[in-house]
């Protein structure tokens, strides 16, 4: 569902201030997959995100979403192929727009927009059908601005549309690491759940070893930008933090110094 062959990525490339966030790297996820992405600040992490969803273009290799070699499409191309929820809660909607509105744009994605844009009543109760299953009262709150939900009542929702469709890959970029640890943990189920019964292919940045663990049916560790451990089926459920950390140290000659990812 998802490949990358053999991808760099170099910042500032020539200058003082070259970067190479991302050196050589080969990954294949296939459908249904559900692999949490974890690592060092500077590992490559997130930049491997933004390659897969064209934010950033990559300087060597290919990527193939769902047969489709998609290495030099732009961001806007393949939008349609990937859902994206992002670490600030303020981004992947419409603050101005209302909650039917924002889920009326998600779920007409990819869609040529003519004048029959009105939402209709059965696709307003779908909507609410769908917002029921958050369990956040939302379903009542159609017409409630989005801007003035809670972050957590907001990243739920985003969560939603970003799988209102069922996106050939599903990009997490540390969706929770912005909410106080009880609503992390409600979209963080929410997140199991949609994955599950969307099987979905998804790819989930974290910073917190024990959700990485937790979640997921497999595990890869980035450091200094290469894929350092691959971790899948009963390995993966048998991980503790300890092994995991023990296993960095092996695989990467030092030791894992993230106070963010040690002490969450």
């Known amino acids: 569902m998802l490949q990358l062959n053999g991808i ?60 489709t070699d998609v290495t030099k499409y732009s961001e806007h191309k393949r939008a349609f192929m990937l859902g994206r929820v992002f670490q600030d809660p303020m981004m992947g909607t419409a603050a101005n727009m209302g909650i039917e509105e924002n889920l009326a744009l998600a779920y007409r994605r990819g869609y040529i927009r003519g004048l029959k844009w009105g939402i209709k009543n059965k696709e307003r109760a779908l909507y609410k059908e769908l917002l029921s299953h958050l369990e956040l009262g939302l379903e009542n709150r159609l017409d409630a601005k989005v801007g003035l939900l809670s972050g957590g009542q907001r990243q ?28 992390a943990e409600k979209v963080l189920q929410l997140s199991d759940k949609f994955i ?15 959700d990485a663990i937790r979640h997921g049916n497999r595990l890869i560790m980035m450091h200094e930008g290469r894929i350092i451990l691959d971790i899948k089926g009963e390995d993966k459920k048998k991980l503790t933090v300890e092994d995991l950390l023990q296993r960095f140290g092996k695989a990467s000659g030092e030791e894992f110094a993230n106070d963010r990812a040690l002490l969450s």
């Open 8 to 67: 760099y990525k170099v910042f500032h490339a020539g200058t003082v201030n070259e970067k190479i966030a991302l050196r050589n790297v080969s990954l294949k996820l296939e459908e249904g997959d559900f692999v949490t992405l974890i690592g060092g600040n500077g590992a490559g992490k997130s930049t491997m995100l933004n390659c897969v969803a064209g934010v950033h273009a990559i300087d060597k290799g290919s990527i193939i979403i769902d047969n």
């Open 156 to 183: 739920a929702l985003t969560l939603l549309m970003a799988t209102l469709k069922k996106p050939k890959v599903l990009l997490l970029d540390e969706h929770t690491a912005a909410l106080d640890p009880k609503t």
């Open 196 to 210: 599950a019964e969307g099987n979905l292919t998804a790819l989930m940045v974290t910073h917190n070893m024990r």
